[in-house]
């Protein structure tokens, strides 16, 4: 059996978070290795639909240390620029990155961590788990879901309009994903969108920046035990990009509420109404990829691991970064986790001091 290497941070997922990580523990002089899943760089932007823009301008959007290059005839950048940033990161710090590896669980050892990979374990005295939601969509439990004969699919199988030019298609969830999947279907299908409640669009002179600073506020407001009153923008909002702009205003955005059930053949509401569909795409969001840290033992009555910042509050070693607000304002940003990360880079430099 092949003995298991040493470093005293191993970080799970070499996307936006944990590159960020890995900046902030090089500049405090720390030994880490980033194992990640993914056989190249960008992390779960490199498997967007191929329409997708960033709700911030270039400027608004870059890791610590390095600002995103502007992107050519563009104030939104694309997904594939956002590849060529990340890719470009990680060399220019020369990050320790290790890929394809993929890490199946997390154990204690003694003092240290142990991370279990299909390439040989790693023994660390503190882990940073920064895997992202990407690789776990969530779908909703909808009556009729297994009856319904044409094709369902989620925001992360979804890549472009030309799978479905001509065909009825109803596009489900009220968030950004959403709005741009819907606008981007809105003129080669017949489409039906579908939302909870009525979408709430921002100002068209504002943009992701509103929604990274209403987070930092009720973040804030958390804290110091003060009800989150909102502001000009809210986590539900969306941005309107100018594709998402231009469906909206040619009369092409008309959402539908929330259907009760699917049956063979499409959609019904409860009074009756009936939309046929041959797809169905579901934008309905995600969870914390975590089944790595199933051995920890962490998961609350409710699946949550409770934690101070970015700590898990019942294992110090361990911290998770860019999972969403409850781990970092917008963390799950690439504005946002600059932050966080460094908050977590920080506090385990302070954990590996104090245990010598």
Not at 68 to 97: F, I, K, S
Not at 283 to 296: I, K, N, Q, V
Request: glycine share 12%.
């Amino acid at each position: 059996m092949t003995a298991a290497q040493r470093t005293q941070v191993v970080i799970v997922g070499g996307g936006q978070s944990g590159l960020a990580a890995g900046y902030h523990l090089r500049r405090l002089g720390l030994d880490f290795v980033i194992l990640d899943a993914q056989a190249e760089p960008g992390g779960a932007w490199r498997h967007a639909w191929d329409s997708l823009h960033l709700f911030s301008p270039a400027a608004y959007s870059s890791l610590p240390g390095r600002p995103m290059p502007v992107q050519a005839g563009e104030t939104y950048p694309d997904a594939r620029h956002v590849v060529g940033y990340l890719t470009e990161y990680e060399h220019r710090y020369g990050l320790p990155v290790h890929r394809p590896v993929r890490v199946s669980g997390i154990h204690r050892d003694g003092g240290l961590l142990r991370v279990e990979t299909g390439s040989g374990d790693w023994r660390a005295q503190a882990v940073i788990s920064a895997t992202g939601t990407w690789w776990r969509p969530f779908l909703p439990a909808v009556p009729g879901r297994s009856d319904f004969r044409g094709r369902q699919l989620h925001t992360v199988e979804y890549r472009n309009p030309l799978d479905f030019a001509g065909q009825r298609v109803v596009v489900v969830g009220g968030g950004n994903s959403g709005a741009q999947i819907a606008a981007d279907l809105a003129h080669d299908t017949e489409l039906t969108w579908v939302t909870q409640r009525p979408p709430r669009f921002l100002a068209d002179d504002i943009d992701g920046r509103a929604l990274f600073d209403a987070a930092s506020a009720r973040r804030r407001a958390l804290e110091e035990g003060r009800a989150d009153t909102g502001g000009v923008a809210s986590l539900g909002d969306i941005v309107a990009v100018p594709p998402v702009r231009e469906a909206r205003d040619a009369g092409l955005l008309k959402a539908s509420p929330m259907f009760t059930r699917l049956d063979r053949d499409g959609v019904a509401w409860a009074d009756g109404t009936r939309v046929p569909a041959d797809t169905v795409i579901w934008c309905t969001g995600f969870r914390p990829a975590l089944s790595h840290l199933a051995p920890l033992g962490l998961r609350g009555p409710r699946g949550h691991i409770a934690t101070a910042g970015t700590r898990a509050v019942d294992e110090p070693r361990l911290h998770l970064l860019g999972y969403g607000d409850w781990t970092g304002p917008a963390s799950a940003t690439l504005i946002g986790v600059g932050r966080p990360a460094r908050d977590a880079a920080r506090e385990i430099a302070e954990l590996l001091k104090d245990r010598g």
